[in-house]
């Protein structure tokens, strides 16, 4: 094809992550893919009998490493009581499938794979919460899709639509399966066929066009199999949220996420220039690539977002960029979070603005720390006790209170070392100390092992969860403080026995305001519902976050998670306008997955 022009070229590799990271997998996912849990099924935290904690498998760059410090964290900082045992269950149940018998026949020969396979079916009705990973390992998911059907091109997403509208079969897209708002749950009282439609067969990169950096993509493909296909041409997409190993373009594009190297590539809205839509009233076909466009309201903006409930998406054509000559990870230590907020704020005014730029509060500095692998020699551990004595005896830094701001620098050489002099001397002027390269590192690896570690959590029964929020600079203090009030107050009306883990990042930085990134969790002895308790928490949380000017989520979505908060975001007005447009394109509600309204 014309537009392709082919360079060798090397591969950024996201943090943490290794040269296995690219390596191909099976298509069958249920082969390498945790059945009720996180990740490869290779990859786990184990706890070994001298107390070390070691990530099994090799697939990152902390593989096989012990862990010493792990342990006695988790149980004096976080409350998790490693004494506790729950394990699993063998086996997730499934209801047998409900059979449409016409729309059987209708799609026979017409698909090249169709599984009624259980494992496939439940694979393909949930997502990663807390509470759907709960229900994997101790119940059973309420209703799950009746089967599987995998397209490999838009001609066929064309055909499964009409067959589907045909037969009035409920359809509900599949892209890497990573959201983290039951976006993926089918429906209890559902009584029609569901049928899920699996994007992975289709992740083709059809044209990349250097000259106009743009590229005509599947949706999918897996963030991390598109940037190894366009490392052939020495191009980027450089969408990188911490799901990239798995989650793909159609999903980002449904839930409007966002990547941890925004500031350099943008969130997905940014990125992408148009989108293919197969609705059950026709293909919203726009696969072009004009820098801008006066033509009425966008309605790549009616897609971006719409969660699985219009239509599937099956092709985009997004920006790419030149692969950085240099990608440098590095870090720098605040005395406190107040300073560290501080210097996050006055950094967004300076438009110096690296690739990723994080603050993480102490929890989750000294959640980093307890990853820390054993020094490889007694000359590294020699080192390692100076720099603490530096730190905190020279440096008087407390233990308890100094946090980290992780960054990574992407560019040119030139612009990196501009980016690097700007946001050192800027950290100086906050009492900044900057922590060296293997810390930042090892924060955004915290990140990819965040899904890992709660489910490790889990065995010990203690329940964790992340959630976000988008809100104004100066509402960012009192957000905090709130929630962290709140939840503890939740907690202690519930009879959690101990102080929860509550813990925050800033994690992105905009003109107006910040992203808040939160972990939450607490050991679940003694309470008979846990995964109720947690979901009230939870939703008290959110309605905190409201209350005080946050958003309802700044790229998680909604899914049905977060439905009720959609109209005190949005307004009646605002869900009456989705209601009827979803109206208009799906009026037999063939994506009938209820997300959003
Ligand atoms: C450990 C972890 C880290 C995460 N980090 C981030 C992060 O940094 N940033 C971020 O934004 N999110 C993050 N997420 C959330 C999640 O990865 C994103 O929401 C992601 O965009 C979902 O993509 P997916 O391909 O897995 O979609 P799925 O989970 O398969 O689907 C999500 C929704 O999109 C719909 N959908 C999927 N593909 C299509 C398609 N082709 N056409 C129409 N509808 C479709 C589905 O029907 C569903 O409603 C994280 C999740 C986890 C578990």
Redo the contacts with the bound molecule.
């Keep these: 094809m014309i537009r392709i022009q082919q360079l060798q070229s090397q591969i950024v590799e996201p943090a943490g992550l290794k040269g296995q990271y690219y390596e191909q997998r099976p298509q069958n996912k249920l082969e390498w893919f945790k059945n009720n849990g ?1 990740g490869y099924k290779d990859t786990k935290f184990i706890l070994e009998q001298d107390g070390a904690v070691r990530l099994t498998g090799n697939k990152y760059r902390f593989s096989n490493q012990r862990m010493m410090k792990f342990k006695d964290w988790a149980e004096a900082k976080v409350g998790i009581d490693l004494s506790l045992n729950c394990e699993a269950q063998a086996e997730i149940p499934a209801n047998p499938p409900i059979i449409n018998e016409q729309f059987m026949n209708a799609i026979q020969g017409q698909f090249n794979e169709i599984s009624f396979d259980n494992g496939q079916r439940i694979l393909h009705s949930h ?2 919460t807390m509470q759907e990973i709960y229900e994997l390992r101790h119940g059973k998911l309420a209703r799950i899709v009746d089967c599987v059907v995998f397209i490999n091109s838009h001609a066929q997403a064309e055909l499964l639509v009409k067959l589907a509208v045909e037969h009035n079969v409920m359809l ?10 039951w ?2 749950q089918c429906p209890k009282e559902e009584r029609r066929m569901i049928v899920s ?1 699996d ?1 992975s067969r ?1 992740n083709h990169v059809r044209w990349v066009d250097r000259k106009n950096m743009t590229a005509l993509v599947e ?2 493909v ?1 963030g991390k199999d598109l940037e190894k296909e366009l490392s052939r041409y020495g191009v980027v997409c450089g969408h ?5 190993e ?15 190297k925004k500031n350099r590539y943008g969130n ?1 809205e940014d990125i992408i220039l148009s989108v293919k ?1 197969v609705t059950p009233t026709g293909t919203l076909s726009q696969s072009l690539d004009y820098p801008r466009v006066s033509s009425g309201p966008d309605l790549n903006q009616i897609v971006l977002g ?9 092709e985009a054509v997004i920006k790419i960029k030149a692969q950085p000559e240099v990608c440098k990870y590095e870090s720098i230590l605040f005395h406190n979070f107040a300073l560290g907020t501080e210097f996050m704020y006055k950094l967004s005014r300076s438009k110096v603005w690296p690739a990723s730029v994080r603050l993480v509060d102490n929890n989750q500095f000294q959640f980093g720390m307890a990853l820390k692998t054993m020094p490889h020699s007694k000359r590294e551990e020699f080192m390692d006790k100076v720099k603490k004595y530096f730190i905190t005896q020279f440096m008087q830094y407390d233990p308890d209170q100094m946090c980290l701001v992780t960054v990574v620098f992407e560019g040119t050489k030139q612009e990196v070392e501009f980016q690097e002099k700007k946001v050192f001397e800027l950290a100086k002027s906050y009492k900044g100390f900057r922590a060296g390269a293997e810390n930042g590192e090892r924060g955004y690896f915290l ?2 092992m ?2 890992y570690l709660r489910d490790f959590a889990m065995q010990f029964q203690f329940i964790a969860e ?1 959630f976000e929020t988008a809100v104004g600079w100066k509402n960012v203090p009192a957000v905090c403080e709130n929630i962290q009030r709140r939840i503890v107050e939740e907690c202690s009306k519930r009879g959690v026995e101990k102080e929860p883990f509550v813990s925050f990042r800033i994690s992105q930085v905009y003109d107006t305001g910040a992203t808040i990134y939160v972990y939450f969790g607490f050991g679940y002895k003694g309470i008979s519902d846990p995964v109720k308790c947690y979901s009230e928490i939870e939703d008290a949380a959110r309605e905190e976050i409201m209350k005080n000017g946050g958003s309802i989520s700044h ?3 909604v ?1 049905k998670l977060r439905k009720q908060f959609m109209q005190k975001q949005i307004g009646d007005t605002g869900v009456e306008i989705l209601k009827r447009i979803k109206q208009q394109i799906d009026p037999k509600n063939i ?1 009938g ?1 209820q ?1 959003l309204i």
């Design positions: 996180w997502g990663h509900t897209v599949y892209g890497g399966g990573t959201n983290v708002t976006a993926l439609v994007t289709m949706t999918g897996t990188e949220p911490d799901s990239v798995f989650s793909t373009l159609g999903g980002w594009i449904s839930t409007r996420a966002s990547g941890m997905i839509v719409s969660e699985g409930t219009i239509g599937i998406i099956t990140t990819y965040i899904a992340s790229h998680h979505g899914g994506f997955n997300n």
